[in-house]
């Protein structure tokens, strides 16, 4: 899929980082500017809470933490499978973003244990995060935008904190 850039329209995505030599995904959240360049990034991660490093693959000694950088550049893969969960203005879809930025505190104050690998399935994990976060930027089922299998991805984190901080219009939307 591919959308023609405009310099006065902006993007967010769903990415899926196909995790090697698995059939599972790792979903994540991105912030397009209109000449296509990334601008941030949304991600669940198991972070050692002794040091605060990120984790490429978590286990039951980390927390899973919902982190935004925009300087992860091990997320972005040629040909990854993604979609166009919103095109807009940029106050439209900075006014959205916001709303996820400023979930991530609450979010993050669970101090929930990243699942072993074989708990992926029924505990929250990475995709839980990205479904959880989806449903703040205002998006009903997030998990459904894209194809990869991604374990976790029907668990949503915390209702009231999503209840609480979801993206809620308030002006109407400006058409592209």
Known sequence: MTLPFRDDIWLIEARSFRI???????????????NGTPSGQIHG??????TGVIKPIGNSRHLLQVVFDN??????QPG?????AMADCEQAIRDRWQAALAAIPALNALQLPY???WQHGYKPNSNSVFTTIGQILGFDQPDRLLAPWAPGAAITIAPEIVAKFRYRETTPKHKP
Do not use: E
């Open 115 to 117: 699942p072993n690998i």
């Open 80 to 84: 990854q499978p993604w979609a166009v």
């Open 71 to 76: 300087s992860i550049t091990w997320s972005l």
């Open 20 to 34: 090697r030599y698995t059939p599972f995904a790792h979903n994540f959240w991105l912030l397009v500017a209109p």
């Open 45 to 50: 991660l198991a972070v050692d809470p002794a």
